[in-house]
């Protein structure tokens, strides 16, 4: 590649080179014609020439020596290497010209002595044509010795020394050649598209000049941060090749619009003109830089990072110091973008995200691309997804003023709305779903107005859930069951602006208000603060009904307030609802206890069942939670022996002991690789106060697995504890029977639904069960040398025995009515009070973190519960389980009740 060398003197002499490069010489002889003449010192204009020696033209054998780096090479180039193009200098004198001083009548002064012979010269001619038609910010020259007229722009910087952008030059043949930062521009640039090769007219030129004006210099990659990996003067290249694929430009004091940049790295293969800032080619040599700057980064901080395999023993004291500070700093550093981020979350939260109108048309057009693909991934038309979908669809064409929301979104939004109003604003507001406004649900939510007891409009809500899911059509849809229980509330008064009460005092109903008015008078007491709240739900028996029915503020219900509270209860069922009750669900509470006693005959002590005085055919069967029971007698277990070590359970000789669970999991479980009992864990063994509450807990002790798992691996000492161990699994397998399936799943025939009254897991119940615990107490009793006290411990508590015994007596007797009258199956967990425990699971998941919620925050949920229905989910984390095959797949289409606007 041909280019001037510097020497001393006044003018700059040319080497003498091989007549193939006899162009490039003539083209570079006509750019240091401009300013030949300088009688100063001259010098280049780019002062990064002078750094190093430079390598001869188009010769880098002297760089194939240096070692290549990882990826590229970094070599030392001539500062204007360009693979495959022709370069040249323009002189500058050490007496900067301004550029407004550089005219076209100055630089043409030097061609205007010129021979009558070549005054007829045709490029003569049109540099005098070209003359008045060349203005600001080029200039036009005329280079007599190389016979070519010249074009030149500078960039205008103030206060910089001017350096050329670019020059046209036109030879001797009218043909045109531009060359920018010293680089021709080669023919395959778009540039030359719609030009012609040589100029024929001024006219030529002008277009050309005109074309010239639209185009800029392609920037490169000016940034800083680059400029550490290619210093000036030096390429890239791949380290599989040694073609140069890249190199870092001198300063040419260039400016593009508002960037002013001295230095930049550019592709071998620069367009250097193009419509935009960057060329396709130095687009494509960003990527790679930015490997390379983050390679080097890598590289620094492995430099400095410790690893975490140097022992602490083998550092210098300066070493540990240096790695603790930089622990210190990197922790920060975390919590610093920890605490962004978090800001960052709660102002998305509150603020959500909008779509601006072409995200909204885009949404539009996607969704109608996509509606083939939804009918036929959810070909049901009655599915959630399909209705989710239609709803959006529906939004977009009527707008918020026109939309009518179909009852399920209603309910499902009541119900998201329940679990988080900030969150279901922000789901709203982000604009990504369609949603109703608060407002909106509002309306739907206070249809009825939010107060305790029992109420005509809640009656009348539950007549119509009945009729929704059929249960007037045949007489075994219509059995009921009445489910009660307590739940610990906070105490708190509030005044309610609606109805301007003060909420938070016990509320028993009027009547046993009165009597517990009267109470508080005689006694001389202060109106006391509700500490809880009692619920009552009627449960279905062959149909998923869960209705809430009413709820009461007390102190700790008792026998005397509860009695009324029920049976009117029950007789709002009866007689208003025309529903049959079958049966009463509680916990072994002391007040629930003592309200089965109430309604034994003739002094007996134990009673499960009572006439239903609205129908003298039937019971109302008493039936003491099953869950419940199986976590009692598994406390009376783990208490036999450990723990509190209150029990020391016997039967026929041989101990009934929790140590020989501990034994199992220490010996067996907890170390080995092969467990026994994969679900035994050191949660089951050591029970706390919260592990106590867990049914699952119990259960998993109360299995078929443990009782296997000791009868294999230990001695005769254990026999009862897996006779134990064995019935109780078999009573809770009996009781809790779930879905239809779930026998045939699990392959346990205990866990098949109910076809058959004679059954003979019934029978087991009524006769097998109860004589095993009549025989420990025989066995018990027979020991004549414990006191009674003492004997009371070698058996599970009174209460557990009692509540085992009514529940068997009772359930069975209820299959067998059911089944007698219709039904087709029967499932035992319909018995249990498991969906009032997940209603209580609402309550305190409203307030957050679980905690106990107050008299007025339950009331308003209990109302938005009875108006979501079945949409209502009970918590992932609760105590129950979640029925996930009972959920609703159907959608319904019963308008929901809406409150009335007042005129």
Avoid at 574 to 600: I, M, Q, W, Y
Wanted: net charge neutral; hydrophobic share 35%; charged share 25%.
């Amino acid at each position: 590649m041909p280019r001037l060398k510097r020497r001393s003197g006044s003018i700059c002499q040319r080497k003498k080179y091989h007549s193939k490069r006899h162009r490039s010489q003539s083209v570079s002889d006509n750019c240091d014609s401009i300013f030949s003449e300088s009688t100063a010192e001259p010098h280049v204009d780019h002062d990064y020439l002078s750094q190093a020696a430079q390598p001869s033209d188009h010769d880098y054998s002297a760089l194939s020596a240096q070692p290549p780096d990882q990826d590229y090479s970094s070599q030392t180039l001539d500062h204007c290497c360009s693979t495959g193009q022709i370069t040249t200098d323009i002189i500058l004198s050490t007496e900067t010209v301004p550029v407004e001083n550089v005219t076209a009548d100055f630089l043409v002064s030097e061609s205007l002595s010129v021979s009558a012979e070549e005054s007829e010269n045709p490029l003569i001619k049109l540099q005098e044509n070209l003359a008045s038609l060349v203005c600001s910010p080029y200039t036009l020259t005329y280079n007599q010795q190389q016979h070519a007229i010249e074009i030149v722009e500078f960039y205008q910087r103030e206060g910089a020394t001017p350096s050329v952008k670019l020059c046209v030059v036109i030879k001797s043949d009218f043909q045109v050649d531009i060359y920018v930062h010293r680089t021709l521009v080669p023919l395959s640039n778009e540039f030359w598209s719609t030009l012609p090769r040589q100029i024929s007219s001024a006219e030529d030129v002008c277009n050309l000049l005109a074309k010239l004006e639209t185009y800029g210099v392609c920037v490169g990659n000016p940034d800083e941060e680059f400029h550490e990996i290619t210093p000036i003067g030096c390429g890239l290249s791949h380290s599989a090749s040694q073609e140069i694929s890249a190199f870092r430009e001198g300063d040419f004091g260039a400016v593009q619009g508002n960037l002013v940049y001295n230095s930049t790295i550019r592709s071998a293969k620069c367009d250097f003109l193009v419509l935009g800032a960057r060329c396709v080619n130095c687009s494509g040599l960003r990527r790679l830089l930015r490997e390379r700057k983050y390679r080097r980064d890598e590289q620094k901080k492995r430099e400095v990072t410790m690893s975490s395999t140097y022992k602490h023993s083998d550092m210098t004291r300066e070493i540990l110091c240096k790695k603790l500070s930089m622990q210190k700093a990197h922790i920060k550093t975390l919590q610093t973008e920890v605490e962004r981020l978090k800001r960052e979350m709660n102002a998305t939260i509150e603020k959500g995200i909008k779509l601006d109108d072409a995200q909204n048309h885009e949404m539009k057009d996607l969704m109608a691309v996509c509606q083939d693909d939804m009918e036929q991934e959810y070909p049901d038309p009655g599915c959630y997804q399909r209705l989710f979908w239609e709803q959006q669809k529906k939004y977009e064409k009527h707008g918020k003023h026109g939309m009518r929301w179909h009852p399920m979104m209603i309910k499902l939004c009541l119900y998201l709305k329940q679990k988080s109003s900030k969150a279901y604003e922000a789901l709203r507001d982000s604009g990504f779903v369609q949603l109703p406004s608060m407002r909106t649900l509002y309306d739907y939510s206070h249809y009825i107005e939010s107060r305790l007891g029992f109420q005509p409009d809640v009656a009348k809500m539950l007549k119509e859930e009945c009729t929704k899911k059929d249960m007037y059509s045949a007489e075994h849809r219509s059995f009921v069951g009445v489910l009660f229980d307590e739940v610990k509330i906070k105490e708190d008064l509030v005044y309610d602006k609606h109805s301007g009460e003060i909420v938070g005092y016990v509320n028993l109903g009027e009547i046993s208000n009165q009597l517990y008015e009267l109470e508080r008078v005689i006694q001389k007491k202060t109106p006391a603060v509700a500490k809880c709240i009692l619920v009552i739900m009627v449960r279905g028996v062959t149909s998923d009904l869960k209705f809430p029915f009413a709820a009461f503020a007390t102190v700790g219900i008792t026998a005397d307030f509860l009695y009324p509270i029920i049976w009117k209860a029950i007789s709002i069922l009866e007689v208003t609802l025309k529903l049959k009750v079958l049966f009463c669900t509680c916990d072994g509470a002391s007040p629930n206890r003592r309200f089965f006693k109430l309604h034994a005959t003739d002094g007996e002590p134990f009673t499960h069942k009572t006439v239903n005085p609205y129908d003298p055919t039937r019971h109302i069967y008493f039936i003491s939670d099953v869950p419940h029971l199986i976590k009692t007698a598994r406390n009376c277990f783990s208490n036999s022996y450990s723990h509190t070590k209150s029990r020391s359970l016997w039967k026929d000789g041989k101990d009934i002991s929790w140590m020989h669970i501990v034994r199992l999991y220490e010996e067996h479980c907890e170390q080995n690789l092969y467990t026994p009992c994969p679900k035994l864990t050191r949660g089951h063994i050591d029970l706390t106060a919260f592990s106590r509450m867990k049914v699952s807990f119990a259960a998993q002790v109360f299995s078929a697995t443990i009782a296997n798992s000791l009868e294999m691996l230990y001695d005769e000492s254990v026999e009862e504890t897996v006779k134990f161990v064995r019935t109780m699994n078999k009573f809770f397998d009996c009781l809790n029977v779930r879905n239809p399936y779930e026998g045939r799943n699990k392959r346990n025939p205990d866990l098949n639904a109910y076809t058959n009254p004679e059954d003979e897991r019934l029978h087991w119940l009524v006769n097998d069960f109860l004589e095993y615990f009549a025989q420990w107490k025989q066995t018990v009793d027979d020991r004549g040398e414990f006191s009674e006290a003492q004997k009371a411990t070698m058996q599970l508590s009174h209460q557990t025995l009692t509540g085992l015994k009514m529940s068997a007596l009772s359930i069975t007797a209820c299959v067998r009515f059911m089944l007698e009258r219709g039904s087709q199956y029967i499932l035992t967990s319909f018995f249990n009070q498991d969906p009032l425990e997940q209603h209580f699971g609402h309550y305190r998941h409203k307030v957050g973190s679980n905690n106990n919620p107050t008299v007025y925050e339950v009331k308003n949920i209990l109302t938005q519960i009875r108006t979501v229905g079945a949409q209502a989910l009970p918590s992932a984390r609760g105590n129950c389980k979640r029925d996930e095959n009972r959920r609703p797949r159907t959608l319904d289409h019963t308008p929901v009740p809406r409150r009335k606007p007042k005129k």
